[in-house]
């Protein structure tokens, strides 16, 4: 492997509280140095690759800690191959894939049949097991068997663990094996058969609404578990102004808990079903401003840990439809870093704290690899053009399915090149 200095470009590393030009140099896949770009006076050796990052944002290689790929089972949405391409055009170095396949990942050989066929894509692909049998809330998979096989949390994310004494014993566990447990927080009886988020919206539009108590009853609920039992909790796709409220007091009073929120709940609200577009229709539902609002502030105080893309693809046969009959979910891998970086520039929050949400704290709550450039770290790097602007395209986005509400919206900030573990693993065919 040869040794790589990306030059001048503006390094942003929450980590270790980098904000400069830099040069970094890279040896063996890690880093071996960084250097202020103007005080540095190394002469470059031959044999010693040079990617010029002058006006560009060079910042650790993103983590989402939310991704579905859908295999096994699903691989006419998205296979392991197709959503790591997707995640490596958009800056991710590492991608954690949630359980909800068909079998489900509830057991060591589908575990290793996912970190199997993953070797070969580029990326550090992280499974997360199933937190009960089957995804079905009746029993609780055997943890230990998951986490030796590679899996870094578990979840039944997509289905709610209703049982409150089973998530009791899943939280006790997580103390034991040091597996964070992510919790899908919705109240079914509450949720009933809303569509999108109850509200003057949904009144007017004549669909049925799903209620901001359905999250905030099973956030409130699992916040008194985990404060019970000392297990870790990690609440996915916060989407309501009072869960953002409940999580904020349980951190202040020292609870293990971490939460994130998605591009999408971050930058859109309810008034994108106006047109009953079905890339508009989620689960969580898109909410008020009220509540995106809320969410921004989240994020801008530490309250939301971490910006996950919750990437879930559907094919055209679910989405082309009625919207009451849509299957949930959007794709976001590919855009996640372009929707943030246009709230920073609106001041919703810095880009220091959206690069960390991104980058450090995922690996920090996870207890993984990444999201850091400090010296020895692996050499995984995202390098982004963040005054270029670019067409959401879907004939030219690496994921299978296409189901995203900014498919011909323009979008600023454009990664040029992904960098894992020293090596370019991405191109940006345009640079």
């Known amino acids: 492997m040869k040794r790589l200095v990306i030059k001048g470009g503006r390094v942003v590393d929450p980590s270790t509280g980098l904000d400069g030009l830099h040069n970094i140099y890279i040896m063996a896949g890690r880093i071996a140095s960084i250097k202020e770009a103007a005080s540095d006076s190394t002469e470059l050796a031959e044999g010693l690759d040079v990617i010029d ?14 991704t579905h790929l859908r295999e096994p089972g699903y691989e006419y949405k998205e296979t392991i191959e197709t959503g790591a391409a997707a995640a490596i055009a958009g800056g991710f170095t590492a991608i954690l894939c949630m359980a909800n396949t068909k079998p489900v990942n509830d057991n060591e050989s589908v575990t290793r049949s996912i970190v199997k066929k993953a070797e070969a894509t580029g990326i550090r692909v992280l499974p997360i097991g199933a937190l009960t049998v089957g995804h079905k809330g009746e029993r609780l998979a055997e943890m230990a068997e998951l986490k030796r096989a590679g899996c870094v949390a578990v979840s039944d994310d997509g289905a709610p663990v209703t049982n409150a004494a089973l998530m009791r014993r899943g939280l006790e566990y997580s103390r034991i094996f040091n597996l964070p447990v992510i919790t899908h927080a919705e109240e079914p009886s509450l949720a009933g058969s809303g569509v999108m988020n109850e509200g003057p919206v949904s009144t007017r539009l004549g669909l049925a609404g799903l209620p901001n108590a359905a999250e905030d009853v099973m956030v409130g609920r699992d916040i008194v578990l985990a404060g019970l039992t000392g297990g870790r909790l990690h609440v996915a796709h916060v989407s309501t102004a009072l869960s953002v409220e409940m999580i904020r007091t349980a951190k202040a009073k020292g609870q293990k808990i971490t939460a994130e929120a998605t591009p999408h709940h971050l930058r859109l609200t309810d008034e994108a079903v106006a047109g009953y577009d079905t890339n508009a229709k989620m689960n969580p539902p898109l909410r008020s401003m009220e509540d995106v609002m809320a969410l921004r502030a989240g994020v801008a105080d530490g309250t939301i840990d971490c910006i996950a893309t919750d990437h879930a693809p559907q094919s055209t046969m679910e989405k082309d439809v009625e919207f009451d009959k849509a299957a949930n979910g959007i794709i976001g891998l590919e855009t ?96």
């Not at 990052?53 to 939310?66: E, K, R």
């Open 53 to 66: 990052a002058g006006g560009l944002l060079v910042m650790p290689g993103m983590i989402d800690c939310h």
């Open 336 to 431: 996640a870093f372009s929707v943030i970086y246009g709230l920073v520039e609106e001041g919703a929050f810095s880009l220091s704290r959206a690069a960390a949400a991104m980058t450090s704290n995922p690996a920090k709550a996870f207890g993984i690899e990444g999201g850091s450039l400090k010296v020895g770290a692996a050499a995984d790097i995202a390098i982004i053009d963040p005054e270029q602007s670019w067409t959401v395209d879907p004939a030219k986005l690496k994921s299978k399915s296409k189901n995203s509400p900014w498919l011909g919206k323009g979008l600023k900030a454009v990664v040029v090149k992904t960098i894992v573990g020293g090596r370019v693993a991405y191109v940006n065919g345009g640079f």
